[in-house]
């Protein structure tokens, strides 16, 4: 890929400011115009802004995102500081749980006087573990208490009838982030893997093991994590649903994993009486019965000791909490902790999301921001009709029921119309731990509450401060919390162009997965059924190889670190599509209207393309990067500006670009599916 000039400004190390509030929409100090837009529109649209802006210590990626959600964090923060200022000892309303729990975690005098006393009575129980059934029991009170132990276990959407909560069961049971950490030669990843060693010894010490039986208990653990991880399928073996999709009656499952009875295993749990399970890879949890039955006790042992206090150390005292940090810092290139009211607040909002939520679209999002926001959505949905009415490669019967899956789409914008119920938590002001302790065992008290009972569609999987979006294949819904809609993705003083380009984009990917290689295999209704003629199907995946050729060829850090086109095929469908479907929005929404005017010297058409580009503006350490390749099913932000721009002629018409310029793919390679 041609470089391009770049800006030599190297501004202070505090440039990570606000937008500058004269330029709604665009910044045009953001922008590289020594560079050719065709040549790199990355650089062109985002290289005053890549010149400026340095990452600091305590940020191993920094974008649009991460700005949006921490000036998010600062509008929370006053409320909730005013809320903990007030919040009596044992919290009733949701207001005061909010301010009792924020208090807890920013009473650090508290947090270094208890220690980790409060997990001593589960440690203890677990170093009398002396059989499997022992092993298994435990596994199923960590699950309980919340905990994700040896594999993941929750009540979920069966995948074939989208109307029931069902139990699934799946593969998991790693410290590290994926089962490739375990094994891969080079150097980056055993510089990874050795630093989890230490860590591992580091902070079993910190329990109070000796040095030399701390490393012994870190060399079992990662023996038996790496077998766990042989068993796991890869993330794109994964990516295929049905593949995850076993759903067996408890006997077929038993006659899996011998020396694990499910019945039992649930009820322990906390699960509902029920007949039957979703085995999600049934390969892993015969592997994992071999394994119960062939590990020494003493390795189990250490494992559960490992795996019961990892998930909570940020939440014991100052060696723990730097502990922990000190694996982030190997993992992610991260330097410096963040300050202790962010990690407060982002606590705060795990436990108590809705809570937090209501504060928060309370003080940020007016029902007239909501009325906008579901027009813009609206208008998509428009766009993608018209679509799908005239898709030239898709059959009439393929093609109408894509529309009516289309028709049924859920929308949830801005915060849910209902509410979570927080009533049964009990938050106090005091030692924070106890607090992290008590809304683990609520948060899976809540899932457990469901299996065997009707999915409610109503319920909400993002907290409205998220900078996030989401479709979910199984409620056939897509979600816009109000924590994205805000600038730069969505500003009512910004032109359209630039709203269509950022929020209309984030739509369009999220209504495209419905139809990306994995959400096309559901329909209207959400069950996975195949509702593709052979002929439709063929083309659709001849088309999205070339979007997986496409990605495959992209690398980062290094000529030898590539994107994965086949994890990220998903993601990559859904940026393309999103921005066909937006862009088709936008000029829809044009007609009839008299032409808008250049702003800044660019027509609507390139402010859409820019402010595509303005949301994906990134920089990231090389470890986060190849973390990112390694386990993220989205490739990195740099890929996502030129990737799908590079196939639309939309793209290529707006800036004059021309056959043979770096962002004009060669038509017999040009993608494009929806
Ligand atoms: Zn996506």
Redesign the pocket.
Known sequence: MVRCAVLATLAALTPLAPLAAQHHGLDPANLDTTCRPCTDFNRYANGGWLARTQLDAQHASYGSFTELSERNQETLRGIVEQLAATAPAYARTNDEKVGAFYASCMDTATAEATGAKPLVPELARIALIRTTADVVNEVARLHRSGRSALFGFSGGPDFKNSTLTIVNVSQGGLGLPDREYYSRPDSATAAVRASYVQHLSRSLQLLGDAPARADSAAARIVALESAIARLHLTRVQRRDPNANYHKMPLAAADSLTPHLEWRAFLLAAGSPATDSVNVGQPTFFKGLDSLLAATPMADWRAYLRWHYVRPVMSALSAPFVREAFSFQTALTGVKEQQPRWRRCLGATGLALGDPLGQAYVRETFTPAARARAQAMVDNLVAALDDRLHTLEWMGDSTRSQALAKLRAFGKKIGYPDKWRDYSAIVVMRGAYIDNVLRAEVFASARNRERIGKPVDRAEWRMTTPTVNAT?SASANDITFPAGILQPPFFDPAADDAVNYGGMGAVIG??MT?GFDDQGRQFDAAGNLRDWWTPEDAQRFRARADLVARQFDGYTVVDSATHVNGRLTL??DI?DLGGLKIAYAAFQRSLAGKPRPPMIDGFTPEQRFFLAWAQIWRNKSTDQALRNQVLTDS?APAVWRVSGPLSNLPEFAAAFACKQGDSMVRPDSLRAAIW
Request: aromatic letters at 12%.
């Open positions: 479709y990917h999220e997965h998903g993601e859904a989205h």
